[in-house]
């Protein structure tokens, strides 16, 4: 009842005109529990209208890719100092085994007025350094993929809380009219295939909100989004005929028994409609010109790729949509590290430069946050057999290393630090729940402040911890 | 012309929530002195009737919890300035000798210290805190003002206390009661000045009966046949026939495999399969039998410590196996062990005590007098099975099977035969020229998974040693605080010195009569399923976060009458259908709307959407190719291509969804193959819980992808098709006779002249399409593998389909009204 009672006609309206999630609050269903958005209008000024948030699962290697260590150069093969490692928590891969330290096979060179270092693994980010934001000093509280992607997306390590999707549905609701307020995008990496690690579709999960928070997956192929297709030799005109014939029917019981539940199905039938020509409408890219497509990459016009995802990222961002997610498997180099980082690095430098490129040249960089990293970082020692040419490395929750950018986050820095020999943070760390708390206050909400009551407790995205990363705000 | 229609739409909508909005004011301001306040409006200062005499549980207890109980409550390490209001013996405290001021002097606000820190203005002294987030509002000021005024009265929590069966109270209407149900919910409506409805018709009391107690709709039989008796128990002999069918089972075991989390793989990184469908079978069966709801939840906790335990009674304790499990290389095996004893604590908390006992896992419970001592005492008794954290596989014949000990061999002629059909699916998908896929190794993972399912079953049994249960410190695994024992909360009920320590004892406290926890809970749940509203709207929190029952003397009656009858499921639900309450019409008017929204005061039948199950269910129902049979291996029904190979692991672990071939696609949704990581779409959609964990409610959305489903998913297009041929078939020799046909398998009711029409007009307009395009009316014809078209006329015959899709897309289809 409380959001009833809240809806002023502005919000009302405001929420009733936008996207998925917000029409599906006039489902009047009220039987269900704590209703649609959450009315919360923002706490203060944002500085980003949406998100769009490359997640690299497996766990990117920061020590060949952001975070330069020479001095692994000097102490490669030998066994990791207990001084160092402390005693803390390694996974059962390596808990008993010997720990050689082992250098990055690449080299780094700095770039951009700041003089950022990034690898040679990655020749277009270097080309962005003085638009992003490196943050060298993330750490986390998980050393298992599992727990640790349900740690990143929701706040917690269990499963059933929201993904930052669907807390941002809630809070905010939509700003487009015809797409979802929350989109998610998948693709394969080149890199590790046997055994990779798999996805969640819990990810995307909306948790104890309405389930119309959920994250809707755009998929390449014919039915971008699921069922989106008019069964074959049904055109859209047959569908009109249907709908329109469907909506007499529905207002007659509507009038006949009173039942609120029908304005909303009727509103929702027309939305689907007109998703079945604005989602393949967002999805063709067929109209971009040549430029834009060498400016993404080769792999950009081959559908369900990690680079034709992220155009497909810039073109959802074009129509508003207020959380565009993409995740890109592969990263998780227990062994093979040399050849598979070279061929994960190779997936995503390119495209994931040039959509921050695009946006910028747009003038869409400026409220749009474009986040890039994954679950954790990896060792800095060796797992399994180490040759000249091949080792690799094992999950690493103490340090790791991301990337931001627009929206508010202060570009061309590098934030954090860790100590000589990549182990343990030294200066400014940045726990997840820290990253969370920012995410939230560059879209306008105070963490702390945004909750949602279930089961007699207010959840926050943060649990009780977080705190807002100041330095690397504009 | 859309922007249009929709503006207008909007606009409607807009105007039905604001009137709504006025009215829900004018709702509350009458229904002050009843109205449960605590999921009240923190922000809320609007004005309205203070009740006449404020009551500690309905009135106060909730402010005082929701805004006060973090700090000054049950968690004695939270708890600031030594001050506590949960408890008697303390919220009446006296503070200061010289001044005389008390926490809270009954009749005495100058003397309440509580009463001045509520409306100080002062930051520094005003409570609750500013940083805390929390406040009162004005009404809620006053009501805590009004109570100490008037005694301030202390009593223990509602649910905590024994319920006791008060005779039902005394009405003027008395011939409208059918039975006990009937008398406490008149007396709430006769108080409130509310008319009950009248009797729903025939037809829709009867397709809100088969949904109820089957799951399934009336057939074309089964209407004619009830329409056409006029005797006076007409109704009761029809409730008797569904109860009595198998159909019943399948249905209750639906509700229950919510609550067990049951899947057929483990949730977990690989998310590879085990195999817990017989499990589910026993459960079909238990509801079928009528078995007592103690004995059922008994053989479930601890069927295995029964004196030589037979088979069922030790499959019967899979139920908590069903939690999810890893075999993450890698992970700590003790972090998971102890993930899955805290999962089948919360379970229990959740399913059985209607408590969240799992916030008492990091620290004492913030609002119910659940210790964190409590919550690892409850934990040691399923912390005693001899299992893995990291799983390992038992099985044979099968390298990556995720199931582990303790387990269950299933009896070998069920095996024998179930091989047998597998090896033929196998066989045939190998050696077959259209096989779905030319890639060896997902033909392989996908042996694998299909012998999945004749493994044995993952069950519980007690390591011959005791195993040590510690406090966790902050919930985490390695942190060892305090041994703990077995034990439950004594704020509930004391665990006997008599009882053994184990599962079973911890059944028997469950079902002590002493118990005021587990016949509420469960008795709430089936009002929760017959009614779309439990009596306590929060069926997982009876503490004092939860909501208040709407009808407590009720709730109290009920559950002593369940107790009473040896916990007779049927008889409960006979009881709650047989109810005037219950055969109610549903129809609303903008009043009734704006008086009471949710029907809390149950003034009318209800209205609620059918549930994903039910909704295709339905479909193949009406269609005619549902395959009834009960029982088996889960099966997979159509599904959109590469959603599991794009989300699965790769190598040995690849899996691609194989779409069942021939009947198998037609079982009921009670079948559907559930992979944790990527359940089947269609179903979550339509908010199917996640069967990640315990949920003892489900949303109920209404959502554009809802609309895309049933009219796009091949599953509801082939039974459209299906229904058209059936409407050719059967439904008569014209137009008229055929709508009529599958629209009364839809609603139960026949179409009146006008919505003939309109759904004529539909069949025309579609027929001179189909016959401009005779081709598109093959190509629609050829989704799904639904063959009976010969000797018909093509372009008819899709138009017929057309028409059935709009049938089964009507908001009164979708409804139980």
Known sequence: ?474 | MFVKRMLSLITNIYQMVSDRTRCALTFICLAAPLIISCDSNEQNNFSQALPEVVDFNFHIKPILSDRCYACHGPDVNARKADLRLDDEDFAYNLLDTLEDIFVIKPGDLEKSELFKRIISEDAEQKMPPPESNLSLSNYEIALLKKWIEQGAEWKPHWSFIRPEKSPPPKVKLTDWPKNSIDYFVLDRLEELKVKSSVKATKEKLLRRLSFDLTGLPPDLETIDAFLADDSSDAFEKLADKYLASEAFGERMATEWIDLARYAETNGIHHDLERNMWPWRDWVIKAFNENMSYDQFVTWQLAGDLFPDPTYKQQLATAFNRNNRTTQECGAHDEEFRVSYVIDRTNTFGKAFMGLTVECAQCHDHKYDPISQKNYYQLSAFFNQVPEKGVTESFAKNIHHNQQSAPYLELPEEEVASIRNIINEQVKAEYSNGSTQDKDSLYLDNWKEEMEAMVQPVMIMKEKDTLRPTYILERGLYDSHGELVSFGTPESISDFGPDLPRNRLGLAQWLFNPENPLTARVVVNRYWQMIFGRGLVNTPDDFGSQGELPTHPALLDWLAVDFMESGWDVKKLLKTMVASATYQQASKTDNAALAFDPENRWLSRGTQQRLTAEMLRDQALAMSGLMNKQIGGPSVKPYQPEGLWTQISSGGRYKRKYMVAQGKDRYRRSLYTYWKRIQPPPAMSIFDAASRNQCTVKRQSTNTPLQALVLLNDPQFVEASEALGYRMMKEGGNNSKQRIEYAFRWATSRKPDMEELNILESLFNDELDEFRKYPERAEEFLHIGEFNGQENVDIPEFAAYGVVANAIINLSESLQKN
Request: net charge neutral.
């Open chain 1, 1 to 474: 009842m409380d959001s009833i009672l809240n809806v002023t006609r502005r919000h009302f309206l405001e929420k009733a005109s936008l996207g998925l999630g917000a029409l599906a609050m006039s489902s009047f269903d009220m039987s269900s529990g704590p209703n649609g958005s959450s009315g919360i209008i923002p706490h203060f000024a944002p500085k980003a209208k949406r998100i769009i948030y490359m997640f690299q699962a497996g766990g990117p290697s920061q020590l060949e890719m952001f975070d330069y260590k020479p001095e692994l150069e000097r102490l490669h093969k030998q066994e990791l100092p207990e001084s160092v490692s402390m005693g803390k928590r390694v996974t059962d891969f390596t808990a008993a085994e010997p720990k050689p330290m082992v250098k990055s096979f690449t080299g780094f060179n700095q770039y951009g007025k700041n003089g950022t270092w990034i690898s040679d693994l990655l020749p277009y980010t270097s080309g962005i350094a003085d638009d992003i934001c490196v943050v060298k000093s993330m750490h986390t509280d998980a050393i298992n993929h599992d727990p640790a992607l349900s740690f990143f997306q929701t706040g917690s390590q269990q499963s059933g809380r929201p993904s930052i999707g669907s807390w941002l549905s809630y809070g905010l609701g939509s700003i487009n009219e015809n797409l979802p307020t929350f989109s998610v995008l998948l693709s394969k990496g080149s890199g590790r295939t046997d055994g990779a690690q798999p996805l969640q579709s819990r990810l995307w999960g909306s948790g104890f909100l309405q389930s119309l928070h959920q994250g809707v997956q755009f998929r390449s192929g014919k039915d971008p989004v699921l069922f989106l297709n008019n069964p074959s030799g049904i055109s859209q005109m047959n569908r009109r005929g249907v709908l329109d014939h469907l909506k007499l029917l529905n207002q007659k019981y509507l009038e006949k028994e009173g039942n609120p539940e029908v304005f909303s199905r009727i509103a929702q039938y027309e939305m689907a409609y007109r998703m079945q020509s604005s989602v393949p409408e967002t999805m063709d890219i067929s109209q971009e010109p040549d430029s834009i497509f060498e400016m993404y990459g080769p792999e950009s016009r081959i559908p369900g790729s990690y680079a034709a995802n992220c155009l497909l990222a810039r073109r959802l961002a074009e129509r508003d949509v207020r959380f565009i997610q993409l995740y890109h498997q592969g990263w998780d180099q227990h062994d093979h590290l040399p050849d598979h980082l070279t061929k994960q690095s190779r997936d995503i430098d390119q495209p994931s430069a040039a959509l921050v490129k695009d946006l910028k040249q747009r003038g869409l960089l400026d409220d749009t946050l474009v986040i890039w990293g994954g679950e954790f970082g990896r060792t800095n020692y060796c797992q399994g057999k180490l040759t000249d040419d091949n080792y690799g490395r094992d999950h690493h929750p103490y340090c790791f290393t991301m990337w931001m950018a627009g929206g508010g986050i202060k570009p061309g820095i590098s934030y954090g630090e860790t100590d000589e020999l990549g182990y343990n943070i030294i200066k400014d760390p940045v726990h997840v729940h820290d990253f969370q708390a920012t995410l939230l206050h560059l879209m306008g909400l105070d963490h702390e402040k945004f909750t949602f009551k279930h089961q007699g407790r207010r959840f926050r995205l943060t649990d009780v911890h977080g705190h807002v990363v100041k330095d690397i705000l504009v």
